[in-house]
């Protein structure tokens, strides 16, 4: 028992770790903008894929949060609000569900940011250098966004993991 308690200790941590993460890239993504020298205004929720990255951590920060209560109850009681199965169930689909779509933010936001800055020469016209070099630092701050993205992901990996173990224990799996 002293194992499942350690492990939902765990997992309360990786979750706030998560919590926290996520919402530290939406800040940074929502904040993010950038003014070139004629005055066109452009923030990153103006690019598809950032949209969909700051929408993966918007649902990866509400998830930790719905699970937050759930988890510290469990590692205290080491029992579930909810009895039966219906909880696990929900934890352990859940946070599989969570971590696919939070890597696949990741995946998105990285490529996006990665591939604008290695082409952004070659496709646009960007005019003074001074505008070249904002326009790095505004993809920059993508890409760190979509780093704190990525410590969510792991977070919510490991947690998968978590579960998946406290499900497997609770039937009998590993004893």
């Known amino acids: ?3 499942v308690k350690a492990l939902a200790i765990s997992m309360v941590v990786l979750r706030v770790i998560c919590l926290f993460a996520s919402a530290a890239s939406i800040a940074v993504l929502v904040t993010d903008q950038f003014t070139d020298s004629i005055g066109q205004h452009l923030t ?6 950032y949209r969909f990255v700051l929408a993966t951590a918007v649902v990866g920060a509400a998830y930790a949060l719905i699970q937050m209560p759930f988890a510290i109850y469990f590692s205290c009681t080491e029992k579930r609000i909810i009895r039966h199965s219906f909880l696990q169930e929900f934890d352990f689909y859940g946070d599989k569900t969570i971590s696919f779509l939070l890597a696949s933010g ?3 936001g990285f490529t996006s940011g990665f591939e604008h800055k290695r082409n952004l020469k070659r496709f646009v016209d960007i ?8 326009i790095m630092k505004f993809l920059d701050i993508a890409i760190v966004a979509t780093g704190l993205l ?3 992901f792991l977070c919510m990996a490991v947690v998968s ?6 499900r497997s224990s609770s039937r009998g799996v590993w004893r």
């Open 1 to 3: 028992m002293a194992e």
């Open 44 to 49: 990153l929720k103006d690019a598809i894929t």
């Open 106 to 108: 990741v995946g998105a």
């Open 127 to 134: 005019g003074p250098d001074e505008d070249f070099d904002r």
């Open 150 to 152: 990525a410590l969510a």
């Open 161 to 166: 993991i978590c579960s998946s173990i406290v």
